[in-house]
């Protein structure tokens, strides 16, 4: 039904109208680079949980999950030290994989570390693309801000338009705890705060307008219904 990398694939483009409360104003963006660059990412395919992956006892965790609200704490240079975060980002680019995403958040599988991995190709051979990021942070949005359709494996089966902005300058640290200082634009700018929601106890959810909101409720609610309370919009 909808289109899914991890965080989800765009199928559509808008000039963004309404305002976004993470950002001061709003400008319209017609930009159409991700049409040459991004072809694939347009195609249609079912999002896929893939379950148990080989490699890793860690699976996505789906709403209403718990952890996908919770507080996500800092990662410590104890655990930069003695390599467990760097196993845990290895295993997490493997789901990522298996699920066919662009990106993962530690909350999404269940550990709640402020810790993402991303490859903007979405594809595990072309692994220099592959980015970590541990404590990161946005440090300035953009006030030019796009509008685009986005889904999450977290929720399968639905989709909605989300107003990001363009381009984002973030900090970080890489897995060796050296600090990373860069500016990102256009697709690697969405699947970052795409991420980076998810790191505040944020999902692309709620960043949805009332129309959007009402058509995934129903989804929303089987889901509810399948996992149980606890982890309410
Ligand atoms: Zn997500």
């Not at 001061?24 to 148990?52: A, D, H, I, Y």
């Not at 949005?141 to 984002?168: H, K, Q």
Request: proline share 4%; glycine share 8%.
């Amino acid at each position: 039904m909808s289109m899914m990398y991890t965080f989800g694939a765009f199928v559509g483009r808008k000039s963004a109208s309404a305002f976004f409360p993470s950002q001061k104003s709003v400008t319209t963006s017609c930009s159409n680079v991700f049409t040459s660059t991004r072809g694939r990412l347009f195609s249609s395919k079912e999002e896929v949980n893939p379950g148990k992956v080989e490699g890793t006892d860690l699976m996505i965790v789906e709403y209403p999950h718990p952890s996908l609200r919770a507080e996500n704490v800092e990662v410590t240079e104890e655990e930069l030290k003695d390599g467990s975060i760097a196993k845990l980002s290895k295993e997490m680019f493997k789901i990522m994989y298996a699920a066919e995403g662009v990106g993962l958040a530690a909350p999404q599988v269940g550990v709640n570390k402020r810790l993402m991995v991303y490859n903007p190709t979405g594809n595990s051979k072309k692994w220099l693309e592959e980015v970590t990021m541990v404590n990161p942070k946005i440090v300035t949005y953009s006030e030019g801000v796009d509008r685009a359709t986005e889904g999450c494996l977290s929720f399968p089966n639905m989709s909605g338009d989300v107003t990001r902005s363009r381009w984002i300058k973030v900090e970080a640290m890489n897995l060796k705890g050296k600090k990373i200082k860069k500016k990102f634009t256009d697709w690697e700018a969405r699947v970052f705060q795409h991420e980076y929601d998810h790191l505040e106890g944020t999902v692309y959810i709620d960043r949805l307008d009332d129309d959007d909101k009402s058509n995934v409720k129903p989804v929303l609610e089987e889901l509810i219904e399948k996992f149980g309370e606890g982890g309410k919009l």
